[in-house]
T-cell receptor
């Protein structure tokens, strides 16, 4: 069982489309991160959330603590948004913080 | 300013050899994390440091893996008696503190064990 589940695993969209990537987790968390990884590239942190909603440019991230669910939205998608998007959570545990990652959503935006 | 740096960027080694991977965090970041990412998978947590001490090393797969951060800045991940299954990209990240702080990732070290 994976503590963090992402959907979809793969996503292809036309340029300009609105995109949603979902992340569900199974236990209480202290924070959730959305990360972006380009092919052959490093990982960039897009958002860190513990409640509510954050917006940066065309990217919006929301989290619902009660439902243990987060979404990453991309408005007016562009080919340069093509990347793997990874959800990562920091879980509260008796032994301290524990870190778990989803397997990622591979996004391809076609011109 | 300078981000997180990792050296080497690539390392090829023979099965059974010892390797060291280095991470230079962002100056002033007290928390440092090591992750491992296999092809087609998400990153997997290995260990994190708060200052000089390993706050949580529960992700280290076995006792061949060890990490240090003697002065609370640079960290070295050490792998003894490497196995082909250790081949992966080893990622380092740092943050201002532990827990709910944004993490900044290095470019990774691609380790290949032949």
């Amino acid at each position: 069982k994976n503590e963090v589940e992402q959907s979809p695993q793969n996503l292809t969209a036309q340029e300009g489309e609105f995109i949603t990537i979902n992340c569900s987790y199974s236990v209480g968390i202290s924070a959730l991160h959305w990360l972006q990884q380009h092919p052959g590239g490093g990982i960039v942190s897009l958002f860190m959330l513990s409640s509510g909603k954050k917006k940066h440019g065309r990217l919006i991230a929301t989290i619902n603590i009660q439902e243990k669910h987060s979404s990453l939205h991309i408005t007016a998608s562009h080919p340069r948004d093509s990347a793997v998007y990874i959800c990562a959570v920091i879980l509260k545990a008796n032994t301290g913080n524990q870190f778990y990652f989803g397997t990622g959503t591979s996004l391809t935006v076609i011109p | 300013g300078a981000g997180v740096s990792q050296t080497p960027s690539n390392k090829v080694t023979e099965k059974g050899k010892y390797v060291e991977l280095r991470c230079d965090p962002i100056s002033g970041h007290t928390a440092l994390y090591w992750y491992r990412q296999s092809l087609g998978q998400g990153p997997e947590f290995l260990i994190y440091f708060q200052g000089t001490g390993a706050a949580d090393d529960s992700g280290l797969p076995n006792d061949r893996f060890f990490a240090v951060r003697p002065e609370g800045s640079v960290s070295t991940l050490k792998i003894q008696r490497t196995e082909r299954g250790d081949s992966a990209v080893y990622l380092c990240a740092s943050s201002l503190g532990q827990g709910a702080y944004e993490q900044y990732f290095g470019p990774g070290t691609r380790l290949t064990v032949t």
